[in-house]
């Protein structure tokens, strides 16, 4: 009997919902949270790009919305934000020539998305602008803000046009799979050359076309092993690993000579 | 096979690396010089970054002289007393290079800088050593006696004050424009990556009159140091030495010069001067074409703050 009284309640709960959809919502609220398997990355001498996966879940679904697919989850992997500058050639003489260059503060080394289905169909532009989500939405900060509006625009352009084509920024888009009502995968690509730093995983979820809720994570990629050591030495005693190059390099030079000898 | 070159940042071919650097070793060996002019160019033309492919050339070019460097003085055909006067010069040189370098980096002129002075250079070397070499080669194919340079013919250079003898040379000459020829080349290693054999060699023979025999010795002498100090200060001022980089063309490179200097016996004099000028030419159009041709990317992008 009380099963039969609730289902019925539930039907006219959402026969109201389809009615009125903005006043009759369930008070319940959804939530989106993401998790990673791991929180660091290491790049090692063999890395030439690889995708990451980052498993969320959906908090109280409404498993109509659910089952009409009408939930959309955008994934972000963002790298750490450095100053940036873009440099235009001109011709000079017939020569072509760094002329005209702009700086832009915090540009994220790079910024990888996977989402549902492609960006346009999700939401609007303007939401995407407001939230400074996507490549081609994020803001980028001009150092000097006295340039002409037509400058800036066109550096920051070239900018996300270079990104892209270097493979750092990225959109996978059909990245993000629900694997059931709840549980959704992601999968970014990180670039070969991925920037070592503290990266920012992000998921936003949109309900028809609404967004609703953010959920972020940080992961950390970094060099591992002999590279990093390297790396590390080549900064921190830069001298004494000025010198093991030159030691290496006659050494190099010698033994060549003992081994490889025809005089 | 991949290797992740921990400086440049980025993934390159193993196999890539280790042939041109036998190439290019086996061409220094054949024609007695560093090979750093065709290495830089060779690494900026596989995407290395040219800071970093003349950092890491330089470091490069010193094994390569030293391998060299060994067997002339089995021979003994070097000069230590005019090879440390063009030293003291080149520390000078190279100093003052850097500086220029790192402040041409930060203007964002640095590729542009380094594509011109190598264009230049070995255009203006490459067309004087083949307009040399063939005439040399017309002369003996003619049947006319070949051209000696006689001890007691003085050009302006040899008026200048402050004389200095060096014994291994049988020269009697001014410090002056040996110092000036160091400091010049010096100049050249830090902002180009090379040891700047291509132009000690002539410039030894055609303004000092050194024998030949004991010029590409001596420059490769003195090459070792003042590539190992370029090296020294571009790791510590800019850190843009790669030695994963350097060592697999140090690799290839010594057993590649050891080959090529054998090759080298074989040809004769001239021939080998027509052939290096022609392949120092051939560097010079491609790079050329480079600075003409429409980049397929007219912007570019570079960290901010570097210095």
């Known amino acids: ?263 | 096979m991949g290797i992740y070159l921990p400086i440049a940042e980025i993934s390159v071919n193993i196999f890539v690396l280790l042939a041109m650097g036998a190439a290019v070793g086996f061409l220094s060996g054949m024609f007695g010089v560093g090979g750093g002019f065709l290495i830089t160019p060779l690494l900026i033309f596989y995407n290395i970054p040219p800071a970093i492919a003349v950092a890491t050339g330089a470091n490069q070019v010193i094994a390569s002289s030293v391998s060299g460097v060994l067997s002339h003085m089995k021979r003994g055909t070097l000069d230590f007393k005019l090879g440390g006067v063009l030293l003291a010069g080149g520390i000078v040189g190279s100093t003052g290079g850097i500086y220029v370098f790192a402040f041409l980096r930060r203007l964002g002129q640095l590729d542009l800088f380094i594509s011109l002075l190598y264009v230049v250079l070995l255009g203006t070397v490459g067309g004087l050593m083949l307009v040399e070499s063939v005439n040399a080669l017309r002369a003996t194919r003619s049947g006319a006696a070949p051209v000696l340079k006689k001890s007691g013919q003085h050009n302006w250079i040899h008026r200048l004050p402050l004389k200095m003898r060096f014994r291994a040379s049988k020269l009697f000459v001014s410090v002056i424009p040996v110092l000036g020829l160091g400091a010049g080349i010096g100049f050249l290693s830090s902002i180009m990556g090379v040891g700047g054999g291509f132009i000690m060699v002539p410039a030894l023979i055609y303004l000092l009159k050194v024998p030949t025999n004991v010029v590409i010795g001596t420059s490769l002498f003195q090459i070792i140091f003042t590539s190992a100090y370029t090296t020294l200060v571009h790791a510590t001022t800019n850190q843009t030495v790669d030695v994963v980089l350097a060592f697999l063309l140090m690799a290839g490179g010594v057993a590649g010069a050891q080959y090529g200097a054998k090759a080298g016996q074989r040809l004769r004099g001239e021939q080998l001067r027509a052939l290096l000028a022609l392949l120092v030419l051939a560097v010079a159009i491609r790079l050329a074409i480079d600075l003409f041709v429409t980049p397929p990317n007219l912007y570019s992008l570079s960290a901010a703050g570097l210095n």
């Open chain 1, 1 to 263: 009997m009380r099963a039969r009284n609730t289902f019925a309640t539930a039907i006219v709960l959402s026969l109201l919902a389809a009615a009125v959809p903005a006043k009759a919502q369930v008070p319940l609220t959804e939530g989106i949270q993401i998790g990673l398997s791991t929180d660091n990355v290491s790049i090692t001498a063999g890395f030439s790009g690889a995708d990451l996966t980052i498993f969320g879940s959906l908090e109280n679904p409404d498993p109509l919305v659910a089952r009409q697919g009408r939930y959309d989850i955008i994934v972000v992997l963002e790298g750490p934000p450095k100053p940036v500058v873009v440099r235009r050639k001109d011709r000079v003489l017939g020569v072509w020539v760094n002329l005209d260059s702009e700086t832009f503060e915090n540009v994220p080394v790079s910024y990888s998305v996977a989402t549902t289905r492609p960006l346009q169909d999700i939401t609007e532009p303007n939401s995407y602008k407001q939230l400074s989500l996507g490549a081609s939405n994020l803001y980028m900060q001009p150092a000097d803000a006295g340039d002409s509006p037509a400058t800036i625009q066109e550096f920051t352009a070239a900018l996300r046009e270079r990104k892209s084509a270097t493979g750092l920024y990225s959109e996978n888009v059909g990245g993000v799979q629900f694997l059931s009502q709840n549980l959704f995968r992601a999968t970014v690509r990180l670039a070969p050359n991925v920037p070592v730093g503290t990266h920012k995983a992000r998921a936003f979820l949109f309900k028809s076309g609404l967004f609703i809720k953010e959920s972020s994570a940080q992961l950390e990629i970094r060099k591992s092993g002999f590279e990093q050591s390297i790396f590390r030495v080549a900064h921190t005693y830069s001298f004494l690993y000025g010198v093991f190059a030159i030691s290496l390099a006659m050494l190099t030079g010698w033994l060549g000579r003992l081994i490889f000898r025809r005089d």
